[in-house]
T-cell receptor, first 116, second 117 residues
Framework: AQTVTQSQPEMSVQEAETVTLSCTYDTSESDYYLFWYKQPPSRQMILVIRQEAYKQQNATENRFSVNFQKAAKSFSLKISDSQLGDAAMYFCAYRSARNTGNQFYFGTGTSLTVIP | DTGVSQNPRHKITKRGQNVTFRCDPISEHNRLYWYRQTLGQGPEFLTYFQNEAQLEKSRLLSDRFSAERPKGSFSTLEIQRTEQGDSAMYLC???????????????FGQGTRLTVV
C-alpha cells in the first residue's frame, strides 16, 4: 500500500512570511495525483492544491505552490504571505490514477499556527 | 447544492448501542467515500461506492460496520455494538467519474463526531 509521511507535526509562521510544509510518499506507480488539503477547526477538509504526477510543472494557486520532486517522491507546500486564516491542519494526500485505485492515502498532518 | 452534507454532526452513544450516520454527496457525484479520523491522525479509508455498488472496503471495516448506498445517492454508515475505540470523526467525501474521466479531488463533508461512553 502507498504511504504518505508528514514529518512536521507542528509548524508556525509569522503573518506575511513564507512557510514550507513537507511531505514524502512511497509508491511503485508512475501515474498518480497528489493533493494538499486544509482542515480548519470547523473540521471540513478543503482542497488547497493538486498535482498530476505526469506534469513536470509545479502547481500554483495564488499564494500556494508546491515543489514536486517525482524522483525523490517529495511534495512540499509553500504558503507565501501567510494570513491568519491559513491556520489549520494541512494534510498531504496521494491517489492512484488507475481506474480501480480510488482511495486517498493521507499523511498524519501538520498543524500550522500563524503568529500575528 | 452547497456541498457534501453529513448528519448528525455529533453523536454520543453508550457502548453496545448501534448508530447510523448519513451522508448526502454533491448531487452529480457518483463516487462516495467514508473515512475515519481520530485525534492527531489523518483520515483513514473505510469504504467507497461508485453509484450503488460498494467497490472497495478497508480491513479497518470490521463486521460491526456496514455501509449502504441504496439508490446511488445518499449513503449510510452503521456501526453495531459500538465500542469505545469507535470514537472518532467519520468523514464522507464524494467525487465524480464520468466517461473514463475522473474529477481527481474529493469533496468532504464536515463529518460526524462519534463519542462512545
Amino acid at each position: 500500500a502507498q504511504t504518505v509521511t508528514q514529518s512536521q507535526p507542528e509548524m508556525s509562521v509569522q503573518e506575511a512570511e513564507t512557510v514550507t510544509l513537507s511531505c514524502t510518499y512511497d509508491t511503485s506507480e508512475s501515474d498518480y495525483y497528489l493533493f494538499w488539503y486544509k482542515q480548519p477547526p470547523s473540521r471540513q477538509m478543503i482542497l488547497v492544491i493538486r498535482q498530476e504526477a505526469y506534469k513536470q510543472q509545479n502547481a500554483t494557486e495564488n499564494r500556494f505552490s508546491v515543489n514536486f520532486q517525482k524522483a525523490a517522491k517529495s511534495f512540499s507546500l509553500k504558503i507565501s504571505d501567510s494570513q491568519l486564516g491559513d491556520a489549520a491542519m494541512y494534510f498531504c494526500a496521494y491517489r492512484s490514477a488507475r481506474n480501480t485505485g480510488n482511495q486517498f492515502y493521507f499523511g498524519t498532518g501538520t498543524s500550522l499556527t500563524v503568529i500575528p | 447544492d452547497t456541498g457534501v452534507s453529513q448528519n448528525p454532526r455529533h453523536k454520543i452513544t453508550k457502548r453496545g448501542q448501534n448508530v447510523t450516520f448519513r451522508c448526502d454527496p454533491i448531487s452529480e457525484h457518483n463516487r462516495l467515500y467514508w473515512y475515519r479520523q481520530t485525534l492527531g491522525q489523518g483520515p483513514e479509508f473505510l469504504t467507497y461506492f461508485q453509484n450503488e455498488a460498494q467497490l472497495e472496503k478497508s480491513r479497518l471495516l470490521s463486521d460491526r460496520f456496514s455501509a449502504e448506498r441504496p439508490k446511488g445517492s445518499f449513503s449510510t454508515l452503521e456501526i453495531q455494538r459500538t465500542e469505545q475505540g469507535d470514537s472518532a470523526m467519520y468523514l464522507c467525501a464524494s467525487s465524480i467519474r464520468r466517461n473514463r474521466v475522473t474529477n481527481t479531488e474529493a469533496f468532504f463533508g464536515q463529518g460526524t463526531r462519534l463519542t462512545v461512553v
